[in-house]
C-alpha cells in the first residue's frame, strides 16, 4: 500500500530493521544507485544492497565501501555523500524507536555543480572574468602562508587607471567597460601563470607578484604596465589613450599580513599619483608617517571648523585713479590651538580633496558678508570660490542665504574663481556664473595669465575683473616679458570693459610700472599685507592715504 507514495518521493529512501534487512524501499533507490528493478527486495541485508553497489562502483569501491560503512553506524543521526562515478549522493541517516533506522537518498549532483558555478562567480570579476577581492585575498594569504613556511617572497603592485573617467563621461559606460576588458587582456599578458590578476573596483586593478626572488624582479613588471597601458587601445573604432599608475608593496620587507601589504601598496600608489600619474613607486616607512600626518590634519581641520578655530584676514585692493580703497578679499586663517597659524596653502588642497571644503566655503562666504556690513558704503568684499563648490547644487542658494542673513546687497560682493572651474562641466558652472550675476554679484578670475585657455574664458563669460597673477608683478624688474603680459592683459580688460587687478604689489616702482601699463587697480602689500576684521576697521578710518 505504501510504495506508490515511496516510489513519489524526490529521495531514495530505504527503512531498514534492527538486524539490517530491508522492510521499505522506494524506487528512487533503484534509480539512484543504477540497480535494475527487484535488485532489492523486503527482507534483503544491508550486505546485499552494498554488494550490488559493488559491482557498479568497480575500483572505486574501496572508497565509496568506507563511506557507505556509515550506514550502520549505531549514533542516533548522521549525514555524508557518496560519489558514485559522476553521481553525487547525500545520504542521511535517521534512528527510528525499536532499533530500526531510515536512509534518505539525494541526488545533489546538480546543486553541488550549481554551488560551485555561483561559488565560481562569487569569486570573479563578472565584467572581466578577472578574480575578484575575495579571490584575491585567498591568494594573497596563500602566498603569505607560503612566505612563512619557505621564505618565498611575494609583491602586490595595485595599478589605477589614469584618465578613464573622461571615457566614461564622454563616450558612455559601455565604452568604458570595453576599454576595461582591453585593459584586462593586456595585464593577462605581462604576468607568469603563477601570478594573479584581480580586479578589485571600477578602474582599479592588482597583481599578485609570487616567488620574487630580487626587488628588480618587480621593478621591471611595474615598469612594464606603466607601458603596456599607457598604450593606445583601439576600441569600436575609437582610438583611447589612458595611463595607468603602480604602487608596490613587497613582502616580507613591507609586511607579511594582507590588510598592511594592501595598505602600503595603496600608499606608494597615492605617491605616484602625486608625482604626476602613469608612473610608479615603492612603498617607504615615510610615506605611511605623512599619511599619519595627513589624517591627523583631517580629523583636526573637522574639528577646528565645529570650534570655530577659522578666522578670515583681509587684503585691501586700490583703485589707482583717485588712489582710494575700492574692497577687500577675504582670506582665510587656522588658528590651531597646538600648531598656531597655520597657511591656507597647508589645508585647503586637503579641504578640497575630502570634501571639507564646501562647509568651509559656506562658512567664509557667511562671515565675509557679515563683515563687510560694517565696511564704509560702497567698499566690496571679494570670496574665493573653489571648483568643489560649484559641483554642489545649492552654491547661488547659500549665496542669496548668506547675503539674506548679513544685509549685504549683491552688488558689494565678488566671486572669484580659478580656471579651474570652467575647466569642470563647462556649461553647468557658466549657468550658475550667470545666475549668479543676474542677482547682481560681481565675478572675477582669479590667477590670470597662467592658464592654458585663459583667453577662450573671456569670451564664454563676461567676467567683471580679471586679477593678473602676482608671478608677472614679481617679474617686472629683472623681465621685459612681465611688462609685455601686464601691458597687453589690462589692454586687453580695457576693451572688455573689464577691471584689471595686479596682484603681488610690493615696491612703489612696481606699482608705477602697472600704472603706467594701463591696469586699473592694485593688490599687494605696499598698499597692506592681509589682516584681521578688526585691524581693518583701524585701517579703513586711518586718515593716513594708502600709499
Not at 530505504?14 to 522506494?26: D, H, I, M
Not at 572508497?63 to 549505531?74: E, F, G, K, M, S
Not at 600619474?277 to 605611511?288: Q, W
Not at 566655503?361 to 570670496?383: F, I, K, N
Request: aromatic share 6%; glycine share 6%.
Amino acid at each position: 500500500m505504501l510504495q506508490p507514495y515511496l516510489d513519489a518521493m524526490r529521495y531514495g529512501f530505504l527503512l531498514l530493521n534492527e538486524n539490517g534487512r530491508v522492510v521499505l524501499a522506494s524506487g528512487h533507490v533503484l534509480h539512484q544507485f543504477r540497480i535494475d528493478v527487484g535488485s532489492i527486495a523486503e527482507g534483503d541485508s544491508l550486505r546485499q544492497i552494498l554488494r550490488l553497489v559493488r559491482n557498479r562502483a568497480g575500483a572505486r569501491w574501496n572508497d565509496i565501501r568506507v563511506q557507505l560503512r556509515r550506514l550502520a553506524n549505531p549514533n542516533p543521526s548522521h549525514t555524508f555523500t557518496v560519489l558514485l562515478g559522476e553521481q553525487l549522493l547525500e545520504v542521511h541517516v535517521y534512528s527510528v524507536d525499536g532499533g530500526r533506522w531510515a536512509v534518505a537518498f539525494e541526488d545533489i549532483t546538480a546543486r553541488r555543480a550549481a554551488e560551485t558555478r555561483a561559488d565560481e562567480m562569487a569569486r570573479h570579476d563578472s565584467l572581466t572574468s578577472l578574480p575578484n577581492r575575495l579571490f584575491l585575498r585567498e591568494r594573497l594569504e596563500e602566498a603569505l602562508s607560503r612566505l612563512k613556511r619557505s621564505g618565498e617572497a611575494c609583491a602586490v603592485l595595485l595599478i589605477d587607471l589614469d584618465r578613464f573617467k573622461p571615457v566614461n563621461d564622454t563616450l558612455g559606460h559601455p565604452m568604458g567597460d570595453a576599454l576595461l576588458k582591453k585593459v584586462a587582456d593586456r595585464l593577462r599578458s605581462t604576468v607568469r601563470p603563477t601570478d594573479t590578476v584581480a580586479r578589485i573596483g571600477g578602474d582599479e586593478f592588482v597583481i599578485l607578484q609570487t616567488n620574487v626572488r630580487v626587488a628588480s624582479d618587480t621593478q621591471a613588471l611595474a615598469r612594464r604596465l606603466v607601458d603596456l597601458v599607457g598604450r593606445t587601445y583601439m576600441v569600436d573604432g575609437h582610438l583611447l589613450t589612458i595611463g595607468a599608475s603602480v604602487g608596490v608593496a613587497l613582502a616580507p620587507s613591507d609586511g607579511t599580513e594582507a590588510d598592511t601589504l594592501s595598505k602600503n601598496a595603496d600608499l606608494a600608489l597615492y605617491r605616484a599619483k602625486l608625482d604626476g600619474r602613469a608612473t610608479y613607486r615603492f612603498f617607504e616607512p615615510e610615506m605611511d608617517a605623512r599619511m599619519q600626518a595627513r589624517r591627523r590634519l583631517e580629523l583636526d581641520m573637522r574639528q577646528g571648523l565645529a570650534r570655530r578655530e577659522f578666522q578670515l584676514h583681509y587684503q585691501p585692493q586700490l583703485q589707482l585713479e583717485g588712489n582710494r580703497l575700492v574692497g577687500c578679499e577675504a582670506l582665510i586663517r587656522w588658528n590651531h590651538p597646538e600648531r598656531g597659524m597655520i597657511s591656507p596653502l597647508d589645508f585647503i588642497p586637503l579641504a578640497e580633496e575630502i570634501g571639507l571644503i564646501v562647509p568651509i566655503g559656506e562658512w567664509v562666504m557667511r562671515q565675509a558678508c557679515r563683515d563687510a556690513m560694517t565696511w564704509p558704503t560702497p567698499l566690496t568684499v571679494a570670496v574665493n570660490v573653489s571648483p568643489a563648490q560649484f559641483k554642489s547644487e545649492r552654491l547661488v542658494e547659500m549665496v542669496m542665504s548668506a547675503l539674506a542673513a548679513s544685509g549685504l546687497p549683491a552688488t558689494r560682493l565678488e566671486v572669484e574663481i580659478t580656471e579651474g572651474v570652467l575647466l569642470q562641466e563647462n556649461a553647468k558652472t557658466l549657468q550658475t556664473l550667470h545666475r549668479l550675476r543676474e542677482l547682481g554679484v560681481r565675478v572675477s578670475m582669479d590667477d590670470f595669465g597662467t592658464g592654458y585657455s585663459s583667453l577662450s574664458y573671456l569670451r564664454s563669460f563676461p567676467f567683471d575683473k580679471i586679477k593678473i597673477d602676482r608671478s608677472f608683478v614679481s617679474d617686472l624688474s629683472a623681465n621685459r616679458d612681465g611688462v609685455a603680459i601686464i601691458r597687453a592683459i589690462a589692454g586687453l580688460g580695457k576693451s572688455l570693459g573689464m577691471t584689471t587687478v595686479a596682484e603681488g604689489v610690493e615696491t612703489h616702482d612696481q606699482m608705477e610700472r602697472i600704472r603706467t601699463e594701463g591696469c586699473t587697480d592694485v593688490q599687494g602689500y605696499l598698499i597692506s599685507r592681509p589682516v584681521s576684521a578688526t585691524e581693518l576697521l583701524a585701517f579703513l578710518s586711518s586718515e593716513h592715504p594708502p600709499c
